[in-house]
């Protein structure tokens, strides 16, 4: 083996201007802003530049990649160069930086915790709307390090905070979160989730759940919907909320999706081969799945594996989904639709899609998300309850079934019922249960499927 490589001497250091090399060294090119080399020697060193304590805030822009598919590149270093405008004007800060890609840093005065998260909530705030669309929200996922060693920790000080902001894990909200010791444990934990989910997968540890969905004034089964499991170590069963948010930010979660497609295919293929009386169960579809080029491909590779009917699968699309560009996922879903797969909206009244909207998906089914169900009986003034039985207008008009999820009382089910809400699932009827349950559930049952869409066709 030669020498390294060092090429630095080939270049005459005299052609260069002082200024040039000091801005090649401290700023960086897309905003003229203060680059992380800036912000390095001063948090190494921080005593020397007459600080004694500090916070560090370290951010960056949720979907970022997103502007700039749907905008541009110009729109998305407007974005860039906003944020550090912003961080200029703070009066709060001692050193700020765009350190790389949409990856902001700041040493801000200490001070009470509460304090750093209103003024950070503030600045935030005063840049939530994309400059080339008002109507584009902004969110940032952002994480701070206030702690009482700062001398210990020094640059490795960001190690801390990314760690805090690494749990912003949210589509649609800014985030921030403080770093305490837990974070890491977890973190660690998050990690080693990931990595396992392979061996996962091979030993058969995720496992598909159903939670059965029934047409409350005959109190017949009419369906489920398949939620995932992690059956750990074949010890405790982790529920979805303690893997699937890190799943969904690497993207790991379309994985995790197309094994429960398949499973719920093959179920279906053998139940009717046993002459089960079949019912459509539903599958989440995550954000990274609708959003893949290869959603359909990938969808069809998995049901052309089996022989069974189309219209008994049904993918649930979460409303929020909608946000980040409606006119690609409306496509999507009449590719999908006219492949014979049935069409749920999940959540709805959560998000912010608009009902104009739901006018333009091809939507079999509108799923009222559970906080409005949580209402039901609740709310004095009526107010949940006229806006629920409006919803429920929207889908008969519209021609749409209609469910409500996260049903738990006799009352809310009753007053759902009567306000013509097709079906319920909930806790009132049952909870997820193992497929060889659910099995069982089916099989006691002569069920015909409740299915108003395609009985129309
Ligand atoms: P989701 O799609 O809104 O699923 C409904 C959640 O509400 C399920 O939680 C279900 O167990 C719970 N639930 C149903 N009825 C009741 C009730 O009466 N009371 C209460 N308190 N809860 C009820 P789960 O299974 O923990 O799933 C949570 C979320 O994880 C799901 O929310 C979904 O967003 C996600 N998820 C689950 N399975 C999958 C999957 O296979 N793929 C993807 N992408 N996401 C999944
Ligand atoms: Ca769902
Ligand atoms: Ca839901």
Not at 233 to 249: A, G, M, N, R, T
Not at 251 to 262: A, K, S, Y
Request: aromatic content about 12%; charged content about 30%; proline content about 3%.
């Amino acid at each position: 083996m030669g020498a390294a490589l060092d090429v630095r001497k080939e270049v005459n250091i005299d052609e260069f201007d002082k200024r040039d090399l000091f801005n090649l060294a401290y700023f960086e090119l897309v905003t003229n802003y203060y680059n992380w080399n800036w912000m390095r020697e001063k948090l190494t060193d921080f005593e020397a530049f007459g600080i004694t304590d500090f916070a560090f805030v370290h951010f960056d822009i949720k979907d970022f990649k997103m502007v700039n598919e749907i905008y541009g590149h110009d729109a998305g270093d407007d974005l860039l160069r906003r944020v550090c405008q912003v961080l200029h004007e703070q009066d709060w800060t001692y050193y700020t930086c765009r350190c790389d890609n949409d990856n902001f840093a700041m040493m801000v005065h200490r001070m009470p915790d509460q304090e750093i998260q209103s003024r950070l909530e503030r600045m935030f705030a005063s840049m939530d709307r994309l400059e080339a669309d008002r109507h584009y929200p902004i969110y940032f996922r952002c994480g701070v390090a206030s702690i009482d060693n700062v001398a210990e920790y020094r640059a490795t000080i960001t190690d801390l905070a990314k760690i805090a902001q690494h749990f912003g894990v949210k589509a649609n909200e800014t985030e921030i979160y403080f770093y305490t010791d837990d974070m890491k444990r977890k973190q660690l934990r998050s990690k080693m989730l990931k990595a396992d989910l392979d061996r996962a997968m091979s030993e058969e540890e995720l496992e598909v759940y159903y939670q059965p969905k029934y047409e409350p004034s005959t109190n017949t089964l009419v369906g489920a919907e398949a939620l995932i499991r992690w059956n750990y170590h074949h010890e405790s069963i982790l529920p979805p909320k303690d893997f699937v948010p890190y799943f969904e930010q690497e993207g790991t979660i379309e994985r995790v999706d197309r094994f429960v497609l398949d499973q719920v295919c093959r179920k279906l293929e053998q139940w009717k081969r046993e002459g089960v009386k079949l019912v459509p169960i539903s599958v989440n579809m995550s954000r990274a799945q609708l959003y893949s080029p290869v959603l359909v491909k990938n969808v069809m590779d998995i049901v052309n594996k089996y022989d069974i009917d189309r219209r008994y699968i049904e993918f649930e699309l979460t409303e929020s989904l909608a946000y980040y560009d409606s006119k690609y996922m409306i496509e999507v879903m009449k590719n999908l639709r006219d492949l014979g797969f049935m069409l749920s909206i999940d959540d709805f009244g959560t998000g912010y899609s608009s009902l104009s909207l739901l006018a333009d998906m091809p939507l079999t089914t509108l799923k009222l998300d559970k906080s409005f169900v949580d209402e039901i009986g609740h709310d004095k003034e009526g107010r949940t309850s006229y806006i629920v039985k409006n919803i429920l207008e929207i889908t008969k008009f519209l021609k749409i079934n209609s469910i409500a999820e996260g049903v738990e009382t006799e009352v809310q089910k009753d007053l759902l019922k009567d306000w013509g809400c097709n079906y319920i699932q909930g806790y009132f009827y049952s909870k997820p249960v193992p497929v060889a349950l659910f099995e069982k559930m089916l099989r006691n049952q002569s069920v015909g499927i409740v299915d108003s869409v395609s009985s129309e066709e």
